[in-house]
């Protein structure tokens, strides 16, 4: 068995900057507001019609690429995370495949839905794959287009505050050496809350969970009609092709699941949190990040913060923040690394890096 270190890292945002005074242009809100609750300025959003997730992706796996010395074309395997692809199917990784100019068909490309956790759940599909000797460099992509889809109406303010575009790209590569790269990573979903925030049409559905719950939607389904259930006239009429969130009930599942999850990687190494050097929480609000710091203990300079700038990036956000703090030193040679992740699913995890 080899371990698996992160040999190559990158990050690409876009260009144009929206902050809150921006925002609250098209709906009922403030600079005020937004930073009080959730500690974001600004965010970056892709050039519509000429960016989409896929090509964002592609940059910061490019950077991540050449960051790892290879070319794109030795690339043997890729792992794309994302909740705003460019299509509902076929998923961005062979998107990417396309856009990297890889026509190397024993590439094999895996998307995944696991939302703000979606770079920990790929870190840790790409350290088996490495691990076990199966490929040599896997490209594991995190990248989200979320302003191609929210809501800018005062209706859905609370969802589209926080969330930027961006992505970040990571390469995995066996090492043999002793104690370094990936030591640990932990897993975790609970579907009890499953609509606490998501994105539940276009779908198939059909009210079956709703109804199941007790409180259908209306969403006029045509009577017995295949064929006419992903979408309705009333859900875009109604503005249920957004996503939602409870974002108090959010909040303080997160402020659990961040703390117990981080604890369970270090107390399986026998480690306690003075021991890590970096903690990159994913980037859901600083509120959620600073009470993490403030529970475990963690100086300042202990944990990276970035959402400030970006928002909340979902899959990128990690891979945003670790590359930010490799190219400003903050991550070195030797530092203990900790991820973290808690999002829709609920999922959530945690990984421990010796860099
Ligand atoms: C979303 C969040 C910032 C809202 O903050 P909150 O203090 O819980 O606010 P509430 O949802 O209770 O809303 C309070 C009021 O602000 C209003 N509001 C919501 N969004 C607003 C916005 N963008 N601007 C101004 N007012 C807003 C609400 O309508 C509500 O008004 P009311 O009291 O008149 O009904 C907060 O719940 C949060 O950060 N949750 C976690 C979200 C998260 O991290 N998601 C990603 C997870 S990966």
Redesign the pocket.
């Known amino acids: 068995m080899y371990q698996s270190k992160i040999a190559g890292i990158g990050h690409y945002v876009p260009p144009i900057v929206v902050d809150n005074n921006e925002l609250s242009n098209f ?4 600079d005020e ?2 930073q009080e ?2 500690g974001i300025k600004e965010r970056r959003y892709g050039q519509k019609f000429e960016q989409t997730t896929t090509t964002m992706g592609a940059e910061a796996a490019k950077a991540a690429c050449e960051n790892a010395g290879i070319s794109p074309s030795e690339v043997d395997f890729i792992i794309f995370a994302t909740l705003s692809p460019d299509y509902y199917f076929p998923g961005c990784g062979v998107l990417l495949q396309r856009e990297l100019g890889i026509t190397n068909q024993e590439v094999g490309a895996l998307d995944i839905r696991n ?2 956790s979606g770079f920990i759940y790929g870190l840790s599909i790409a350290d088996q794959f490495v691990k076990t000797g199966m490929y040599k460099n896997v490209l594991l992509v995190g990248a989200e287009m979320h302003s191609m889809g929210i809501d800018f109406s005062t209706r859905g ?2 969802v589209s ?2 969330f930027g575009d961006g992505a970040g790209a990571v390469v995995l590569q066996p090492t043999q050496e002793e104690g370094k790269g990936i030591l640990t990573t932990k897993l975790h979903s609970d579907g009890t809350y499953a609509e606490k ?1 998501a994105m539940i049409n276009p779908g198939s559905h059909g009210n079956y969970h709703f109804k199941k719950m007790g409180e259908p939607k209306d969403y006029d389904y045509p009577d017995t009609k295949y064929g006419e259930v992903f979408m309705t006239q009333k859900m875009m009429d109604t503005g249920a092709q957004y996503p939602n ?1 409870e ?2 009930f ?2 303080k599942m ?1 402020v659990q699941k961040f703390p117990e999850v981080i604890m369970e990687a270090l107390n399986s190494l026998k480690l306690t949190p003075a021991d890590i050097d970096i903690l990159v929480p ?1 980037q ?2 600083l ?2 990040s600073q009470f993490v710091q403030k529970v475990m203990k963690l100086r300042d300079d202990q944990v990276v913060n970035n959402i400030q700038k970006y928002g ?1 990036t ?1 899959a990128a956000s990690i891979p945003i923040a670790l590359s930010e703090a490799v190219q400003d030193g903050r991550v070195k040679e030797g530092s203990l690394v900790c991820l973290a992740a ?3 699913g609920f999922t959530w995890g945690s990984a421990l890096i010796r860099w």
């Open positions: 709906m009922d809100t403030s507001w937004v609750r959730t939302q703000c303010r609370d505050v926080i925030l969130m974002g108090r959010v909040f997160a994913h859901a609000n509120r959620i909340n979902t808690f999002g829709s």
